[in-house]
T-cell receptor, first 117, second 116 residues
Framework: NAGVTQTPKFRVLKTGQSMTLLCAQDMNHEYMYWYRQDPGMGLRLIHYSVGEGTTAKGEVPDGYNVSRLKKQNFLLGLESAAPSQTSVYFC????????????????FGAGTRLSVL | AQKVTQAQTEISVVEKEDVTLDCVYETRDTTYYLFWYKQPPSGELVFLIRRNSFDEQNEISGRYSWNFQKSTSSFNFTITASQVVDSAVYFC?????????????FGTGTQLKVEL
């Protein structure tokens, strides 16, 4: 059981280039999330999805787009990368929340380290 | 708005010492969940515990224990007899009980260094 898989693990971009980060989960989770982690700031939510075909903005959505065409995949796109987007990106997934034990725990991928020069 | 504060940026202890990581939260919701995650040097985020707002019972799991106090809006994490393998960044997080997309609000993390 792979859990949450992120690709690529590392990437270096030049300012203005575009790229897509892929997140795949094999736990049949309804909810998926993209966070960024910056030194001293913890993790901040970029976008999230509560189901296939749906997306919503998080705390820091500017400069990013997302798509959830399939339940198991959640893509994060950078159309024109900027140095301020240098960060570690984490994808997570969880069940539809309920009172059932462990249903709303988010499980994280290993992260993608992105540098924008 | 929800907020999580982890005032301790970095803590250094000697192996076998006990250490407590503080977490203070703010929320207007009556139903909510609190979490602790561990981020070891390898970088992944590992779930440690979830607690809902209606359950103030403290929990112990091996050398780990958690003290949830609604009166002080705190959810502190204690490691007893710390070990070098406990060295990591620890994050406290908060989510709504219902709705809101199950989003997590994270604290800024506490870097724990356990030395021999």
């Amino acid at each position: 059981n792979a859990g949450v898989t992120q690709t690529p693990k590392f990437r270096v971009l030049k300012t203005g280039q575009s790229m897509t980060l892929l997140c795949a989960q094999d736990m049949n989770h309804e909810y998926m999330y993209w966070y960024r982690q910056d030194p001293g700031m913890g993790l901040r939510l970029i976008h999230y999805s509560v189901g296939e075909g749906t997306t919503a903005k998080g705390e820091v959505p500017d400069g990013y787009n997302v798509s959830r065409l399939k339940k198991q995949n959640f893509l994060l796109g950078l159309e024109s990368a900027a140095p301020s987007q240098t960060s570690v990106y984490f994808c997570a997934s969880s069940y539809f929340p309920s009172d059932t034990i462990a249903k709303n725990i988010q499980y994280f991928g290993a992260g993608t380290r992105l540098s924008v020069l | 708005a929800q907020k999580v504060t982890q005032a301790q940026t970095e803590i250094s202890v000697v192996e076998k010492e006990d250490v407590t990581l503080d977490c203070v939260y703010e929320t207007r919701d009556t139903t909510y969940y609190l979490f602790w995650y561990k981020q070891p040097p390898s970088g992944e985020l590992v779930f440690l515990i979830r607690r809902n707002s209606f359950d103030e019972q403290n929990e112990i799991s091996g050398r780990y224990s958690w003290n949830f106090q609604k009166s002080t809006s705190s959810f502190n994490f204690t490691i007893t007899a710390s070990q070098v393998v406990d060295s990591a960044v620890y994050f406290c997080a908060l989510s709504k009980g219902t709705g809101g997309g199950n989003k997590l609000t994270f604290g800024t993390g506490t870097q724990l260094k356990v030395e021999l």
